[in-house]
């Protein structure tokens, strides 16, 4: 079996051989260059997704044209994205606006730091990396508000209150449901998790609390990423495109990659917490069916896991209607907090007693 | 009390939105359902029902003739001016002069298919073709001329 | 200076605004407005204050142009005015002329009208829903509903030779006779329909958020139905009985057995609901008479030329929006004197304000949805 561990040591070795004192530099820009690349390709890959997903739910082929099965239908659309002009409107902030996309991208950028692709391909393990997630997250609001302030429209700035409103408001729910699983590994380091969930996923593990903190991250995530149902911050048929309705070009390309990037982000992190990230699925006792498991690679787990979270999300998007501000609001506080204090309080009670399996 | 309602008022709302994505979640999984069709691609298999309004045209048979006797009655029953009809004076063999369709002049850009003309033909010369692919490049070439060059009207019609 | 006063307004540079509203334009570009209206709307944060609608964008001065055109010209236009539902449209027309003409259209005409209204009332509320449900951002009922609708085009198609602008009724009955498939296909459809209707109770009826988004919301109580004029499934749903079908039967509505459905909330779920049925008893009504189409001529004799006799005319017809009025007044000639529709949107459209007053922007969307608005209709 291949391992990515032994290839990133041999890859320090080399250049510890080779360059000496410069070698923190280049494993840095090494790591820069593919963590853009793989934003550039998780963009493409998960947009075509998307729309080949809703295309299949509402009984359409999808892109089909370019390239084989379409698949370079949205390479093209990124070209022409490129190319178009990039407008800003003459009385916007014009700093604002122009920083605002970037801030977006830069926030989504840094969360990858800590997700752990494959068996000992992380970036950053640092020991608070759930509590890194939950922190740096919020601050891409910052570029939503941005973007909607500095517009000088007012379409743009009712999207960007509603979503300032709406990601500080999910955001406590989302955390409630992350610290169910931070008491039941005990620990806030991303591989700590994954390798508390050696002998099972959390989600089977943890009885019926876990799987209810399950459904709420996932709810959560869906609304402070602004995907539908809770896409009012984009609101199509109300706010024509919300905070992002003054974009166009690249600027624009960057908030849609953003989204994405969070998408796969929030998916990352769920597929960690509660389905073992990169662990093969373990059943205790079942050593003939775990060695079997252990055979298919770490990252292709991983990516099977996050994988099947965005479609879920995705299969949310093309089926419910958007719910109103309030009643968004009221999901929240009226429903998702309760009911996830209460099952902190229940996963608390049975990592304290040790009744998980 | 209030907790009854409270659980009953979740489970009701989770079920109805499961329900709703066991609907979409089927037409994902059953490919089959798929009803688009690949329009370019299936232009050969393409069969429009013979009722369709593509574009009036007029028939000619080998001879190259066609059954327009020029009495105008298609010009006047158009709304829209889009069909003009210029005629001429023709010898018939006994010497009588006669009039005849010199140019049949169909504006296809102000064509609303509205079969009033053909309805209106009282020798069935003009029909309702099924093509639809009628884009062009140049807005003159859909000022159509119908009747073919030195075609003839068809013996008996009058 | 003109333009950034334009398109700032909020209360800080235009004196008419309180402290903290701001005017927006939904329209004549959006997404929601499905067509070219353009809705002026105060707000206080994202309470609506205040709805101005602007019209004629898409005027076309249909009845102007009627007026020289001849009685037999004139019908097409009107696909043009409420094109879904082109054949009601024309029906009203082609009635109004044989008032005038004092003509008995064939038994089998009636029969056909009717099926075809029906088979348009169709088309027209599933359209409908499915617009409805993108409007509150669920994008996947509209395919479904196309699907149903894609059905009933391609039996327009193959009988009256287009899909949308079918000009299929003329003075005296119809233009051309049913096609030998018609019947095989509409029961093939009956069966479909009744097949893949109940999938929209579990995607949009049932479904909690579309159920929390247009109960209660945009409330028109009876006597305000009544006093903006509103008609059709809008003003069924708060309690009035003014279906034309029952009212005033024309052309052999008043033998057939169907029900008008009425609701009494008269909130955007009640119209939602009375579509739903109506669409059920359309269906009934093509079962009464599918397999009972009379035979005999399909068009009554007429005149090439036809002459209306000095005098008003006026006949009105229940479109898939409400009643359709048609007014015309003749001189003696071969063309109208003057032309007049009552179209249902313009009506409806009327009541906007008054629903939405004090609601969120989302609620607007349910509100405006549900009222059906085909703006073609209400410029004309």
Request: some cysteine; glycine content about 8%; hydrophobic content about 45%.
């Amino acid at each position: 079996m291949f391992s990515f561990q032994q290839w990133a040591a041999q890859i320090h070795s080399f250049l510890l051989e080779k360059t000496g004192t410069y070698t923190l530099l280049i494993e840095c820009i090494i790591i820069g260059i593919l963590a853009i690349s793989l934003f550039a390709i998780l963009g493409l890959v998960l947009v075509l997704m998307e729309r080949k997903v809703a295309a299949h739910i509402q009984i359409r082929m999808g892109p089909n044209r370019v390239g084989p099965a379409g698949m370079l239908q949205t390479v093209a659309d990124t070209l022409k994205l490129l190319m178009k002009e990039g407008l800003v409107p003459r009385l916007a902030d014009k700093f604002l606006f122009n920083l605002a996309p970037f801030l977006v991208m830069m926030v989504a950028m840094m969360l990858l730091a800590p997700i752990a692709f494959a068996r000992g391909v992380q970036i950053w393990d640092i020991n608070i990396g759930v509590l890194y997630i939950t922190a740096v997250s919020s601050v891409s609001v910052i570029g939503v508000m941005m973007a909607g302030w500095s517009s000088n429209n007012k379409f743009a700035m009712l999207g960007a209150m509603r979503s300032g409103a709406q990601i500080v408001s999910y955001e406590l729910s989302a955390g409630f449901s992350i610290l169910c699983i931070v008491v039941l590994s005990g620990s806030l380091q991303i591989s700590d998790i994954i390798a508390s969930q050696e002998s099972g996923w959390w989600l089977f593990r943890g009885h019926i609390p876990v799987l209810i903190a399950f459904v709420i991250y996932i709810i959560a995530v869906t609304a402070e990423t602004n995907r539908a149902p809770f896409d009012l911050a984009e609101a199509e048929s109300e706010l024509t495109a919300g905070f992002h309705t003054e974009y166009s070009g690249m600027r624009f390309a960057l908030f849609f990659l953003a989204e994405y990037i969070n998408i796969f982000i929030v998916c990352a992190l769920g597929a960690t917490l509660f389905l073992g990230g990169w662990m093969p699925l373990h059943i205790a006792h079942w050593d003939g069916f775990n060695h079997l498991m252990d055979w298919i690679p770490s990252s292709v787990w991983f990516m099977g896991k996050t994988f099947f979270l965005i479609f879920l999300i995705m299969w949310f998007r093309w089926t419910f209607p958007r719910l109103r501000v309030d009643q968004l609001l009221n999901l929240e506080w009226k429903y998702l907090l309760p009911i996830g204090l209460l099952n902190l309080l229940l996963v608390t009670w049975i990592a304290i007693k040790g009744w998980h399996f | 009390m209030f907790i009854k309602e409270y659980i009953k008022e979740v489970y009701q709302g989770v079920s109805s939105l499961l329900k709703g994505m066991k609907k979409t979640g089927y037409y994902f999984f059953h490919p089959s359902e798929i009803i688009t069709q690949q329009y370019p691609d299936n232009r050969h298999e393409l069969k429009l029902p013979e009722r369709f309004r593509g574009e009036v045209v007029m028939a000619h048979d080998d001879n190259n003739e066609h059954a327009c006797t020029g009495c105008t009655a298609c010009e006047l029953a158009c709304p829209n001016g889009t069909i003009k009809i210029i005629t001429k004076m023709d010898l018939t063999p006994e010497g009588k002069k006669k009039k005849a369709l010199d140019t049949f002049i169909y504006h296809l850009e102000l064509c609303t298919m509205c079969n009033l003309c053909i309805e209106a033909c009282p020798t069935n010369a003009i029909q309702m073709a099924q093509t639809f692919e009628h884009s062009v490049y140049d807005r003159n070439k859909l000022t159509k001329k119908l009747n073919q060059p030195n075609s003839k009207i068809r013996e008996g019609v009058e | 200076m003109y333009a950034e006063t334009q398109i700032i307004s909020s209360s800080e540079n235009n004196p008419q605004l309180k402290e903290g509203q701001l005017v927006i334009n939904v329209g004549p570009q959006h997404p929601a407005t499905h067509g070219v209206l353009h809705l002026v709307i105060t707000l206080e944060g994202e309470t609506i204050v205040k709805i101005e609608p602007h019209l004629g964008y898409i005027h076309r001065s249909i009845e102007k142009m009627s007026e020289s055109l001849s009685y037999r010209q004139f019908i097409y236009v009107t696909s043009r005015m409420d094109y879904l539902s082109a054949h009601i449209n024309n029906l009203g027309c082609a009635l109004c002329v044989e008032k005038g003409m004092q003509i008995e259209v064939p038994a089998r005409a009636q029969a056909i009208r009717i099926i075809m209204s029906e088979l348009t009332r169709i088309a027209s509320h599933e359209l409908w829903i499915g617009a409805m449900a993108m409007d509150l951002g669920a994008m996947t009922p509209f395919f479904y509903t196309f699907r149903e609708r894609e059905t009933i085009n391609d039996i327009m198609e193959q009988t009256c030779g287009a899909r949308l602008t079918m000009n299929y009724m003329v003075p005296g009955g119809v233009m051309y006779d049913l096609h030998p498939e018609f019947v095989t296909r509409v029961r093939a459809f009956i069966t479909q329909f009744k097949d893949k209707v109940t999938e929209l109770e579990d995607l949009v009826t049932n479904n909690i958020i579309f159920r929390n988004r247009t109960e209660g919301i945009g409330i028109l109580s009876k006597e305000d139905a009544i006093s903006f004029g509103c008609t059709g499934p809008v003003a069924r749903a708060s309690g009035v009985d003014g279906d034309i079908r029952k009212r005033f039967p024309y052309t052999g509505y008043e033998q057939l057995d169907f029900e008008q459905c009425l609701h009494q909330a008269g909130d955007s779920f009640a119209r939602y609901i009375v579509r739903i049925r109506e669409m059920y008893q359309s269906i009934r009504i093509i079962e009464q008479l599918i397999d009972q189409i009379p035979e005999g001529d399909f068009q009554a004799k007429t005149k090439a030329v036809i002459k209306l006799p000095k005098g008003e005319f006026y006949t009105r017809v229940e479109t898939a929006r409400g009643e359709l009025g048609v007014y015309i007044i003749s001189e003696g000639g071969t063309t109208p004197y003057r032309i007049k529709y009552r179209s249902p949107g313009f009506s409806n459209l009327s009541a906007l304000d008054h629903m939405a007053r004090g609601s969120k922007i989302g609620d607007l969307m349910a509100t405006m949805g549900t009222l059906d608005l085909v703006i073609p209709d209400i410029d004309r």
